[in-house]
C-alpha cells in the first residue's frame, strides 16, 4: 500500500519564473491539502482539493494555485517566484469527513529553492 | 482564523525522564488536535490525536490532554528514549469539517543520554 507520494524532491528556479508541484495521495484517500514549511517553522495551510475543487483556503495570494485531478492526484502551481517561496512544501492526503476533520498523512515534500 | 501558541520552543530532558509540551488555541470551533513528530529531513508524522469529544488518550508512552473551556491541549512522552529526539509539532483543525490544519512553531525535544 502506497503512501503519500511527491515530486520532484528538490526543484531550483529562478526569481518571476512558474513553478509546478506534484502528489499522489495515499491509496483510499480522495482529499489532497497543500503546506508550506519554512526553515525552522511549522507547517502553514495553503489550501484543500476535494472533488476536483478548492475546498478551504488559508492566507496565500493568488499566485498560488491547484489542480486536482479525477485520480485524486493533486498540483500546486506557484507563479512569479519570490524569494520568500523557498520552503518544503508538504502535502498531505485524507479520507474527506464532511464534519469531522480526517487524519492527515504527509508526503516527503519538495524541497524549493528560489534564486 | 485559528492561532495555535506551542511551548517551550526547545526542551532538553534526561533518557528516561518524562517531557511536556504545551499548545494553546484561539478557535473554540476546533475540533480535532494533531501531534506530529518531524525528525531532521523528514515528513512530519502523525504520532497521536484527540478530538473535542475525548478529554485524554494514550498510546503507549505517548498521552495527549486537552481542556476545551481552557483551550489548551498537551502532549506527556513518558520513559523518553534518544529516538525521541525531534521536532514536535501540535495542530488544530477550523471546526465544522474544516481540515485546514493550524500549526504551532514546534518544540525541539533533545534527549540526553
Known amino acids: 500500500d502506497a503512501g503519500v507520494t511527491q515530486s520532484p524532491t528538490h526543484l531550483i528556479k529562478t526569481r518571476g519564473q512558474q513553478v509546478t508541484l506534484r502528489c499522489s495521495p495515499k491509496?483510499?484517500?480522495?482529499?489532497v491539502s497543500w503546506y508550506q514549511q519554512a526553515l525552522g517553522q511549522g507547517p502553514q495551510f495553503i489550501f484543500q482539493?476535494?472533488?476536483?475543487?478548492?475546498?478551504q483556503r488559508g492566507n496565500f495570494p493568488d499566485r498560488f494555485s491547484g489542480h486536482q485531478f479525477p485520480n485524486y492526484s493533486s498540483e500546486l502551481n506557484v507563479n512569479a517566484l519570490l524569494l520568500g517561496d523557498s520552503a518544503l512544501y508538504l502535502c498531505?492526503?485524507?479520507?474527506?469527513?464532511?464534519?469531522?476533520?480526517?487524519?492527515?498523512?504527509f508526503g516527503p515534500g519538495t524541497r524549493l529553492t528560489v534564486l | 482564523g485559528e492561532n495555535v501558541e506551542q511551548h517551550p520552543s526547545t526542551l532538553s530532558v534526561q533518557e528516561g525522564d518524562s517531557a511536556v509540551i504545551k499548545c494553546t488555541y484561539s478557535?473554540?470551533?476546533?475540533?480535532?488536535f494533531p501531534w506530529y513528530k518531524q525528525e531532521l529531513g523528514k515528513r512530519p508524522q502523525l504520532i497521536i490525536d484527540?478530538?473535542?469529544?475525548?478529554g485524554e488518550k494514550k498510546d503507549q508512552r505517548i498521552a495527549v490532554t486537552l481542556n476545551k473551556t481552557a483551550k489548551h491541549f498537551s502532549l506527556h512522552i513518558t520513559e523518553t528514549q534518544p529516538e525521541d529526539s525531534a521536532v514536535y509539532f501540535c495542530?488544530?483543525?477550523?471546526?465544522?469539517?474544516?481540515?485546514?490544519?493550524?500549526f504551532g512553531k514546534g518544540t525541539h525535544l533533545i534527549i540526553q543520554p
Open positions: 498531505a492526503s485524507s479520507k474527506q469527513g464532511w464534519f469531522v476533520t480526517d487524519t492527515q498523512y
Open positions: 491509496s483510499g484517500h480522495d482529499t
Open positions: 482539493y476535494y472533488e476536483e475543487e478548492e475546498r
Open positions: 478557535d473554540s470551533a476546533s475540533n480535532y
Open positions: 484527540i478530538r473535542s469529544n475525548v
Open positions: 495542530a488544530a483543525d477550523s471546526g465544522g469539517g474544516a481540515d485546514g490544519l493550524t
